[in-house]
């Protein structure tokens, strides 16, 4: 029987972390067509709000019955507004090891919430579920990524050299690939006791039992 990810909701003093519906297909779309995102990671240009229905209603449902990972819309808990992505891949049950990756919309950063978002899904993948690794890669050049690996215990395991494909504009004002390295970062459960003590006492799990 294949392992899956529950259904869950994780809150912050800050922010939910639930699963994507179709009431974020806006602002999905808006925030994965932003220049950073573009920059950083492969999603598709330009990110349309079909692209962005079918990630949330198919892709994502998919991903996690199969147990390969889990997309979970980041929102602020006053507001209700989506602020970010977390999404866990490349899942291995059998040694309990799965990569966390965050995207933060343009109009929500330089406010600490990749780091609180990563951090309260990482207390629950060590904690509540077990886990006991939990891997991070960011663009030699992701100098924001690499900050948030830092702020939440991460410890830097060497670099993937020439392993990342980041996207530059080029003069007519479409996107080329450019070949750049990868530096690996790691989290274990032992790694996670410097980390922030007012979020790991203030953060919840709740279950999202009717989602599909």
């Known amino acids: 029987m294949t392992s899956t990810f529950p259904n869950i909701s994780i809150s912050t003093e800050r922010l939910v972390l639930r699963p994507l519906d179709e009431d974020d297909v806006p602002a999905l779309a808006e925030m994965m067509n932003d220049e950073q995102v573009a920059a950083w990671t492969d999603v598709p240009q330009p990110f349309t709000e079909d692209g962005a229905r079918h990630r949330i209603t198919q892709w994502a449902p998919a991903e996690r019955a199969a147990g390969r990972g889990l997309d979970l819309a980041v929102t602020e808990f006053l507001t209700q507004r989506l602020v970010g992505i977390v999404q866990l891949t490349r899942t291995n049950w059998h040694i309990r090891s ?3 990756s965050y995207i933060i919309a343009p109009w929500a950063r330089g406010e600490g919430y990749a780091s609180e978002a990563a ?94």
């Open 98 to 100: 799965t990569e966390l």
């Open 119 to 212: 951090l309260a899904t990482a207390q629950w993948l060590l904690g509540d579920r077990k886990f006991e690794r939990i891997e991070l890669r960011t663009a030699a050049d992701n100098t924001a990524s690499q900050q948030v690996a830092q702020k939440i215990g991460c410890i830097s395991e060497g670099v993937l050299r020439n392993a990342c494909i980041a996207h530059v504009r080029t003069g007519d004002g479409t996107w080329t690939d450019v070949r750049t390295d990868f530096i690996v970062w790691s989290l274990l459960p032992e790694d996670l006791e410097g980390a922030d003590e007012q979020l790991a006492d203030t953060a919840g799990f709740t279950s999202y039992s009717d989602w599909n």
